[in-house]
T-cell receptor, first 112, second 115 residues
Framework: GDSVTQMEGPVTLSEEAFLTINCTYT??????LFWYVQYPGEGLQLLLK?????DKGSNKGFEATYRKETTSFHLEKGSVQVSDSAVYFC???????????FGTGTSLTVIP | DAGITQSPRYKITETGRQVTLMCHQT?????MFWYRQDLGHGLRLIYY???????DKGEVPDGYVVSRSKTENFPLTLESATRSQTSVYFC??????????????FGPGTRLTVL
């Protein structure tokens, strides 16, 4: 079935460090891929998305490239800030279904 | 308010009581979803709806009931609350028909505690 696997946390980084959060997927058909961010006490917000192979989604300095050959959608940021501390969720949606499939989330803490 | 809202934001109830969580969206999105979020499980889909009067089960539907008489509202009812239903509940909506590239928009969540 369709599923998403993302690296377990928690992840703790110093300010200005490089961030990678790994995400791989299994899907029947041609999924769209998403990264959501959840700040403390809030709902999930879309961070970026990619709808076909080799697309790169980007927002707020975060990037992720849809890699069909490795079934991956890793989230990266070159220089994290304290304000990036949050939980990050990878997700996929397939055309043949109505549902989203979420990873279990990766908690990121950035320390000054 | 524009967007997607949930009420109440916090709720404490007792085992065996009926509880209804409300969700309202102003975009006229066709699809609406209920998730629960628990440590170690991420987000799990409870129920979803493709349109008014059309609902379907998700991954963890037992103990929950939904209805959708109007496009903009999607209430979730716990018929007889249990402690295992203590969780944070998120409502979400999505527009644009069946196209997979449309993202879901989430409400702020309801934190439910069952004593």
């Amino acid at each position: 079935g369709d599923s998403v696997t993302q690296m377990e946390g928690p992840v703790t980084l110093s300010e200005e460090a490089f961030l990678t959060i790994n995400c791989t997927y299994t899907a029947t058909g041609y999924p769209s891929l998403f990264w959501y961010v959840q700040y403390p006490g809030e709902g999930l917000q879309l961070l970026l998305k990619a709808t076909k192979a080799d697309d790169k989604g980007s927002n707020k300095g975060f990037e992720a490239t849809y890699r069909k050959e490795t079934t991956s959608f890793h989230l990266e940021k070159g220089s994290v800030q304290v304000s990036d501390s949050a939980v990050y969720f990878c997700a996929l949606s397939v055309l043949t279904g109505n549902q989203f499939y979420f990873g279990t989330g990766t908690s990121l803490t950035v320390i000054p | 308010d524009a967007g997607i809202t949930q009420s109440p934001r916090y709720k404490i109830t007792e085992t065996g009581r009926q509880v209804t969580l409300m969700c309202h969206q102003t975009w006229s999105h066709s699809y609406m979803f209920w998730y629960r979020q628990d440590l170690g499980h991420g987000l799990r889909l409870i129920y979803y709806s493709a349109a008014a009067d059309i609902t379907d089960k998700g991954e963890v539907p037992d103990g929950y009931v939904v209805s959708r008489s109007k496009t903009e509202n999607f209430p979730l009812t716990l018929e007889s609350a249990t402690r295992s239903q203590t969780s944070v509940y998120f409502c979400a909506s999505r527009g644009g028909g069946r196209a997979s590239y449309n993202e879901q928009f989430f409400g702020p969540g309801t934190r439910l505690t069952v004593l």
